[in-house]
């Protein structure tokens, strides 16, 4: 039972567009979202977070969106940059603690130059 | 700061070994967890240790286990490896005060 679902396996950008990455989400005691981005051989490297009491958050080109009623979440990139192909995973916690974070599947970014 | 360092990075084992990975968090970082990362189930969290102690822990069978030291260094062992047991493990650092994990490059296994 998947409690947070990554739906699009891949997505492919030209540099310079926009690319959003969603994320649902199934447990209701989720209360606190992140994105993580992962290259080959690397572990994953923190992007950007949002707690449930907000439904937005930015940082740069990044911007999280969150919608709780309909327990979905999309990361934003503007401008998409090639070295922004990676892959993205959409994590949540809240019910077991802020340390034991449920993923996503992930979704590997492609942006073409 | 040097971050999260994981040993070994590569290792290969034959099924029905066990194995130990190892895993030094941040300096100042007392929680470190371990995840699991294949191809068809993502990252799976395993478990968690916060001052030498198991908080949490996923569902993985018996034969994963783990241990933190008093110097927060964590290690995870592997019993009865079983070919479905190939993948990255990913160890992670944390303050606890958010949800931020720091993750290290992890050490991939392969079992044959």
């Known amino acids: 039972d998947q409690q947070v679902k990554q739906n699009s396996p891949s997505l492919s950008v030209q540099e310079g567009r926009i690319s959003i990455l969603n994320c649902d989400y199934t447990?209701?005691?989720?209360?606190?979202f992140l994105w993580y981005k992962k290259y080959p051989a690397e572990g994953p490297t923190f992007l950007i977070s949002?707690?449930?009491?907000?439904d937005k958050n930015e940082d740069g080109r990044f911007t999280v969106f969150l919608n709780k009623s309909a327990k979905h979440l999309s990361l934003h990139i503007v401008p998409s940059q090639p070295g922004d192909s990676a892959v993205y995973f959409c994590?949540?916690?809240?019910?077991?603690?802020?340390?034991?974070?449920?993923f996503g599947s992930g979704t590997r970014l492609q942006v073409q130059p | 700061k040097a971050g999260v360092t994981q040993t070994p990075r590569y290792l290969i084992k034959t099924r029905g070994q066990q194995v130990t990975l190892s895993c030094s968090p941040i300096?100042?970082?007392?929680?470190v967890s371990w995840y699991q990362q294949t191809p068809g189930q993502g990252l799976q969290f395993l478990f968690e240790?916060?001052?030498?102690?198991?908080?949490n822990k996923g569902n993985f069978p018996g034969r994963f286990s783990g241990r933190q030291f008093s110097n927060s260094r964590s290690e995870m062992n592997v019993s009865t490896l079983e070919l479905g047991d190939s993948a990255l493990y990913l160890c992670?650092?944390?303050?606890?005060?958010?949800?931020?994990?720091?993750f290290g490059e992890g050490s991939r296994l392969t079992v044959l």
């Open positions: 992670a650092s944390s303050t606890g005060v958010t949800g931020e994990l720091f």
């Open positions: 447990n209701s005691m989720f209360d606190y």
């Open positions: 949002i707690s449930s009491i907000k």
């Open positions: 994590a949540a916690n809240g019910d077991t603690g802020r340390r034991a974070l449920t």
């Open positions: 300096s100042g970082h007392r929680s």
């Open positions: 240790y916060f001052s030498e102690t198991q908080r």
